[in-house]
């Protein structure tokens, strides 16, 4: 039975949820402020000039395009190793099962500097000059694990039966993965392919020591905070920044509805 | 003729585990076949041998004269039913139904009408826009035995195909399958622990035991004439009695099975002492102790029933104590 | 009732590559095992685990202090200056932070985790799963960003405190030594607020899920056995609970102990693993000193987690 809740208990529950929104909240605020050159509060007037000065800004546009080609190709990666990994781990007992799963959320088990920093290392090394695709490299590593998480829950929720069946009805193995598999892990792979882009879209540690030159938004962000130059574009691209994440996490949410994924569970 | 389906020395490992050690079988075109045994007994993995889910370790399964060993499930002349019915979630049980003839390059049109003739067959017509969550357990059955029956198998596989089943629908079921086994001719195997559900439906019964197969035959066989303690004891609820005993009441001295429904009350059989009674609608089960045996007696409605702690006497007919072989 | 013709059985060959792969994997399952997972192993293997020795190997090199340049020889020098005075204060400064925001983390998180867990239904279920999700999953920075809005001298909470008359009660908590400083911003407690904040999440899915696992009646039965709810709450739910606080304190523990943004933003001179990290790799060009000073979190963590895999912690991830 579901009483209702002691009193003290449902405000220091309420208080937690707006401890974590509020502060969310209130970049939205400064986002209008007219104040350009301290953190004033409460802000001396509200303007929407500063969406038209972002908007021309080529900085933020150039480092906004190279996040997105950076987290589409690692997602794209995270998918195909994370997916494979996840069909053979929740498929089947084999030696090394769990050496597996280890291996795959150690990159975000660890602290990132140690991700950033091992990588950076390797790369020196080896001699691998920075580029596009160090960042990438970085960023795929990690995102394997939000795939893999989300795939192996469904995975495991799809009864054996359900290829045996197939299979005893005349499909391969590959019609087998077309038509009764893939049905039946799409919304998870697509789940996790939002989130495993959220995470790289937003990721600044790792990529702080394998960008070089370049800078995706959060390490131009980055820059912004350490040495503040224009706060009220670092504001407007700020509030952009949380409205962009917000879509891709509440579609996976969507997707995973009533089922016993929990989307988030891998971060 | 050709065996429908022949097991050949066949050997299923898991590790040190032999699942399945040593079988040889022979089920002909068009039986019912029954694979009967406990949990563990090896029966199922007899079934997904036949399929193809399992490949033996050692030995061979055929299928009309043809080997099977390279042949993967899909491209077997058998279909299966499964115990969970594996209806596939995403589809509608139109496209359920006409699965393996889409993945067989079938026209649209013919496959819905295919389909739509295979869920009449099954009693189940107008269900094709359901999904399978929607469907009752039974009527899942039925889909899944139409997906099955549509591909036209020359060997239909049921894995415990009423387990899931409450005991009304059950029965009803039993009806149906040997109907339409009788209807359609295709061989028919099924695997059971229900041994009531196998001597009911099947033409010919094998009794499983540790990856064996420990006796076969009709089901008049291995009910009133079983060769081991161990099917005299899981078909039915026999009454096994130890050589001691049977050399005693005239037998040789091997083991041997007294059928309850065969014990009757007899003046001048022997003594026993009623220890327990229960009634069963039908007949009254006695609970009996001779001589320090436990024997247990199924009496027809009308009988003279005993009260707890008296002496009775009882005998049977000379044909009913079944003696077993000599080193089972 | 109709009967079905079963004359024209589909029969097919086994003509086809995808027919002739097929039949290869199904004839040697654990070759299709092994091609699943040879993608990721190989990526992990090489790119992750090559890497982490990398570093590993750095940190037994040294730098030549003339020349600047990293001497390649195996010497365990480098991890002797890293038990220099003002290092180890790095070390267990981290450390110290990493345990406040853990403990301060757990009893935050418990009352949201424990009613999300047990009393939310339907609606308030799905606000309380997105009110912890989204958070989350925003952006890190901007959450870092956000407090430094809020936190500085002209922000939201100076002036907060301002309007209900109690400065004087924020002038002497930032007049303490250790926790205050000039402004919240650049304070101890600043930086342990923001860690608080960013992590939070980390802790309250972890809890919630082993929470959720605690059957209502076996509440009642400590309620009927004549428990005060406080007693229930120590001796059943937290104990209970245990296994999720563990494991979301992995989160929380690691997370601070490699961070160097926050403090680097929000917080003193006074500078922690992660910033030490940054900095040797970086301006100081002493990449062993660096990878020596990131096996530390990387040898804490491994006992962390060891400890944890005993309480049970991994089954509440």
């Not at chain 1, 919304?187 to 800078?215: K, P």
């Not at chain 2, 209806?87 to 649209?108: C, I």
């Not at chain 2, 559900?197 to 540790?210: G, I, P, Q």
């Not at chain 2, 009496?299 to 080193?327: C, S």
């Amino acid at each position: 039975m579901r009483s209702s809740a002691p009193f003290g208990l449902k405000v220091a529950a309420i208080a937690g949820l707006l401890f974590l929104h509020l502060p969310i909240l209130l970049i939205f605020v400064y986002a209008f402020t007219t104040e350009d050159r301290s953190y004033q509060w409460p802000p001396p007037g509200f303007t929407t000039q500063w969406f038209a000065v972002t908007w021309n800004r080529p900085d933020v546009w150039e480092a906004l395009w190279l996040s997105v080609r950076v987290a589409s190709i690692s997602t794209v990666i995270a998918l195909i190793l994370g997916t494979l990994a996840a069909a053979a781990v929740a498929r089947t007992r084999f030696f090394g099962r769990e050496t597996i799963s280890l291996l795959v959320i150690l990159p975000i088990a660890l602290p990132g500097i140690i991700t950033g920093i091992s990588l950076r290392s390797a790369f020196n090394l080896a001699d691998i000059p920075f580029s596009f695709w160090t960042i990438v490299l970085g960023h795929a590593t990690f995102c394997v694990v939000v795939v893999y998480n989300n795939a192996v829950a469904r995975f495991r929720r799809i009864s054996g039966n359900l290829i045996e069946a197939s299979m005893d009805l005349g499909a391969n193995g590959f019609q087998t993965f077309r038509f009764v598999i893939l049905p039946n892990v799409a919304t998870a792979l697509l789940a996790g392919g939002m989130l495993a882009f959220a995470l790289s879209f937003d990721e600044v540690i790792v990529t702080t020591f394998t960008a070089g030159q370049q800078a995706t938004l959060p390490i131009w962000m980055l820059e912004e905070l350490v040495r503040p130059r224009q706060r009220p574009v670092t504001n407007v691209v700020a509030m952009v920044v949380v409205l962009v994440t917000f879509l891709p996490i509440l579609a996976a949410y969507h997707l995973t509805r009533g089922t016993d994924t929990v989307a988030g569970s891998g971060k | 003729m050709t065996s429908a389906v022949q097991f050949s020395a066949v050997e299923k490992h898991y590790g040190a585990v032999r699942a399945v050690d040593g079988v040889d079988l022979s089920i002909a075109e068009g039986e019912f076949f029954a694979m009967l045994g406990p949990s563990g007994s090896g029966k199922t993995t007899c079934l997904r041998l036949i399929a193809g889910f399992e490949r033996p370790t050692s030995g061979e399964v055929s299928i009309f004269g043809a080997a099977m060993g390279d042949v993967p499930p899909y491209r077997r002349p058998v279909n299966t039913v499964f115990q969970d019915y594996a209806l596939f979630p995403h589809l509608n049980v139109r496209d359920n139904v006409a699965y393996g003839l889409m993945v067989a390059g079938e026209r649209k049109r013919a496959r819905r009408a295919a389909a739509d003739e295979a869920l009449e067959l099954v009693a189940l017509p107008g269900y094709g826009d359901r999904k399978p969550s929607e469907l009752s357990g039974g009527q899942r059955q039925r889909v899944a035995l139409a997906r099955a029956l549509v591909m036209k198998p020359k060997v239909l596989l049921l894995d415990e195909p009423l387990g899931a089943l409450d005991l009304k629908l059950r029965e009803q079921m039993q009806d149906e399958l040997k109907a339409l086994q009788r209807r359609l001719g295709i061989t028919f195997v099924f695997v059971t622990h229900d041994q009531g559900e196998a001597l009911s439906m099947a033409n010919r019964v094998a009794v499983f035991n540790d990856g064996r197969i420990v006796q076969a035959g009709t089901p008049e066989d291995v009910y009133y004439r079983p060769e081991t303690p161990f099917v005299a004891d899981f078909v039915g609820s026999s009454n096994l009695l130890p050589p001691e005993l049977t050399e005693r009441l005239g037998g040789g001295r091997v083991h041997s099975a007294l059928r309850p429904e065969a014990v009757r009350l007899t003046p001048g059989g022997h003594a026993a002492t009623v220890t327990g009674r229960a009634f069963l609608g039908q007949s009254t089960r006695l609970t009996l102790d001779m001589d320090g045996h436990r024997i247990t007696a199924l009496l027809p409605r009308g009988t003279d029933l005993p009260a707890d702690g008296e002496t009775v006497h009882i005998g049977w007919a000379p044909g009913d104590l079944h003696l077993m072989k000599a080193d089972a | 009732m109709t009967t079905l013709d079963l004359s024209a059985a589909p029969r097919r060959d086994a003509a086809g590559l995808s027919e002739r792969v097929s039949d290869a994997l199904w004839r040697r399952p654990r070759l299709l095992i092994a091609l699943l997972v040879l993608p990721s192993l190989a990526w992990l293997g090489i790119v992750y685990l090559g890497s982490l020795f990398a570093l590993l190997a750095q940190s037994f090199f040294s730098i030549d202090e003339f020349s600047g340049q990293i001497r390649y020889e195996l010497t365990l020098r480098t991890y002797a200056e890293l038990f220099r005075a003002h290092n180890l204060d790095i070390v267990f400064r981290t450390v110290a932070m990493a345990a406040s925001v853990t403990i301060a983390a757990a009893i935050v998180a418990f009352p949201i985790a424990y009613y999300a867990a047990r009393y939310a239904t339907g609606r308030w279920k799905a606000v309380f799963y997105l009110g912890v999700m989204l958070p989350l999953w925003s952006s890190y920075l901007v959450k870092v960003y956000a407090w430094k809005l809020i936190l500085a001298k002209e922000g939201i909470l100076n002036w907060a405190f301002e309007s209900v008359g109690l400065m004087w009660l924020m002038d002497a908590y930032l007049s303490l030594p250790g926790i205050g400083g000039n402004s919240l911003s650049v304070s101890w407690t600043g930086t342990f607020l923001v860690f608080l904040y960013v992590w939070l999440p980390f802790m309250i899915l972890p809890v919630q899920a082993a929470l959720e696992r605690v059957p209502p009646s076996m509440l009642e039965a400590s309620g009927d056995l004549g428990a005060r709810p406080s007693q229930t709450l120590c001796h059943v739910l937290i104990p209970l609970a245990l296994p999720g606080i563990i494991a979301g304190s992995i989160f929380t523990f690691s997370l601070t102990l490699g961070d160097y943004i926050v403090p680097q933003i929000v917080g003193t001179s006074a500078r922690m693993i992660g910033q030490a990290v940054y900095q040797y790799q970086g301006t100081a060009g002493n990449i062993p000193l660096a990878a020596a000073f990131a096996v530390v979190p990387i040898l804490i963590m491994m006992v962390y987690l060891a400890v944890a895999k005993r309480k049970g912690a991994f089954d509440a991830l």
